[in-house]
């Protein structure tokens, strides 16, 4: 059964950065694309950023166009999610899994919250 474990969160002053990691077990992500979800206070889940397979392509939600870059490493079956120029409505627990349609179990989630 996969396992999904995301890390890197935490608390940091707008316009500043973070790398989010999410690490599988017990199975292999290289053949599915991968997407970064975020769900902030009050609000549903939403899809963020999305990555093909072999990482040739990628999309992201308006708002964190530009600030935020999906990449993933195959032969370490983690993604990644950089994100620069981080405002207060970034504010959320940040999730990975399949994307556009998530079908692997959640994980926990990392916590990012931006002071203003």
């Known amino acids: 059964q996969v396992q999904l474990v995301e890390s890197g969160g935490g608390l940091v002053q707008a316009g500043g950065s973070l790398r989010l990691s999410c690490a599988a077990s017990?199975?292999?992500?290289?053949?599915?694309?991968m997407g970064w979800y975020r769900r902030a206070p009050g609000k549903q889940r939403e899809l963020v950023a999305g990555?093909?397979?072999?990482?040739?392509?990628?999309n992201y939600e308006d708002s964190v166009k530009g600030r935020f870059t999906i990449s993933r490493d195959n032969a370490k079956n983690t993604v990644y999610l950089q994100m620069n120029s981080l405002k207060p409505e970034d504010t959320a627990v940040y999730y990975c899994?399949?994307?556009?349609?998530?079908?692997?179990?959640w994980g926990q989630g990392t916590q990012v919250t931006v002071s203003s």
């Open positions: 899994n399949n994307e556009p349609v998530p079908f692997l179990a």
């Open positions: 017990g199975s292999i992500l290289s053949g599915y694309n």
């Open positions: 990555i093909t397979p072999g990482g040739g392509s990628t």
